[in-house]
Structures are given as C-alpha cells and as structure tokens.
C-alpha cells in the first residue's frame, strides 16, 4: 500500500533529551514537510524539503533539525534546545507543481510527543 | 504576514443540520486552497480549489473559492454525527509549494 508512515505514535521524553521522530512515504513524492499541531494553534509549519540533501526553515524551525538523505524518509530531530516540546507532530508529502495533479498534501498519522 | 482565518472556531450543531465553515486569507503568491477534515489523528484531503466561482462536490459537501474576495466556503448539508472533526482551510504558496494553515473549525454533530 502506498502511504505515509510516521514512528513512533507515542513518545515520552526526558527534558534534556533529544528524540526522532520517523517519517516515511513510498509515494515517490520530491516535497516533504513537518507540522506541529498545538490545541486551537492549527498546524504551524517546522521545516520542508523538495529535494533530497536540501532543506528549508519554516515559520518554527527552532530547536528542531532535520535531514534528508533519500527521497523516501525525513526524520525530524527535536533538540533539548526545543522549550516546549509537547505537541502533536505530523509529517506530509506532496508532488511538486508540475509533475502531478496537484500539490495536495498527505498527512501521515502522526506523532504524539510528550515532555516529562 | 501570510494568515488564514477561519470562523467559526466551534459550532454545534444537530444532525440533519446545513452548516457553512468560512476561511479568509491574505498569503502572497496564492497558488490554491485546500479544506481537509481531521477527525482524531491526520488530516485527510477534502477539496483543492484554484479558480473563483466553480463549485466543487463531494456528496453532501461542497466547496467554493472566491479569489477577488480572498474567502471560501465549505458547506455541509444533512449532517450526519460521523461529520463530527475538525476542518482545516490551508492555502499553497506559489513556489515553495508552502501550506499556510488557519486555526480550523471544530464541528460537533450532536444525535
């Protein structure tokens, strides 16, 4: 099946600690984003990659890196540097505009990502 | 800035309702605008619209774009209690390809 998976659905870490977060899709898609979704915040945009070994900030880069070594993955790392941490993280992935029928976004599932 | 706003940010309702989600913008470089609806965890895609004035369906929702007002609209007839999410306006930046999200609007269908 083709989609988009996200690992792990529940993470719990330490303060202090720097976590992963996986992001997978195997629709052969260039783009792939990170979201950060807080209660009645919408979706606020980390970072976004078009193409593989580049990357760009988005509107929360802060205390979160990222890399994108293949096409197919784009792991996002959220430092100890991060202040509040505590949030749901979503990855997406679209075509870019040219090469597809759209620029539709699909979500993964999700990560929850909570700060003890 | 860029912003989407969506109004409103709560609306209860009871089945078999008609029910009218808005969502403003000002975003440079407007490529289109997409609605999703979230129930518990990812958003899944509901319509993308580029050009004012032609409506688009799905069953009993339907979608429309007015690019020299700078809204949408997404209306949902007879609701039903599975309609219960919350919906998502985002508009894509020329370019980047960029989503810039509003709030969203939570909808409960009440039985």
């Known amino acids: 099946d083709g989609g988009i998976t996200q690992s792990p659905k529940y993470l719990f870490r330490k303060e202090g600690q720097n976590v992963t977060l996986s992001c997978e899709q195997n629709l052969n898609h260039d783009a792939m984003y990170w979201y950060r979704q807080d209660p009645g915040q919408g979706l606020r945009l980390i970072y976004y990659?078009?193409?593989?070994?580049?990357?760009q900030k988005g509107d929360i880069a802060e205390g979160y890196s990222v890399s994108r070594e293949k096409k197919e993955s784009f792991p996002l790392t959220v430092t100890s540097a991060q202040k509040n941490p505590t949030a749901f993280y979503l990855c997406?992935?679209?075509?870019?505009?040219?090469?597809?029928?759209?620029?539709?976004?699909?979500f993964g599932p999700g990560t929850r990502l909570t700060v003890l | 800035e860029d912003k989407v706003v969506q109004s409103p940010l709560s609306l209860v309702v009871h089945e078999g309702d008609t029910v009218t989600l808005n969502c403003s913008y000002e975003?440079?470089?407007?490529?289109?605008l997409l609605w999703y609806k979230q129930e518990k965890k990812a958003p899944t895609f509901l319509f993308m619209l580029?050009?004012?004035?032609i409506e688009k369906k799905s069953g009993r929702l339907s979608s429309i774009l007015d690019k020299k007002e700078l809204f949408s609209i997404l209306n949902i007839t007879a609701t039903q209690t599975g309609d219960s999410a919350i919906y998502l306006c985002?508009?894509?930046?020329?370019?980047?390809?960029?989503?810039?999200f509003g709030k969203g609007t939570k909808l409960t269908v009440n039985p």
């Open positions: 975003v440079t470089n407007f490529r289109s």
């Open positions: 990659s078009q193409i593989v070994n580049d990357f």
């Open positions: 580029t050009s004012s004035g």
């Open positions: 997406a992935s679209s075509m870019l505009e040219g090469r597809g029928r759209g620029n539709e976004q699909f």
């Open positions: 985002a508009v894509v930046q020329g370019g980047s390809e960029k989503l810039v």
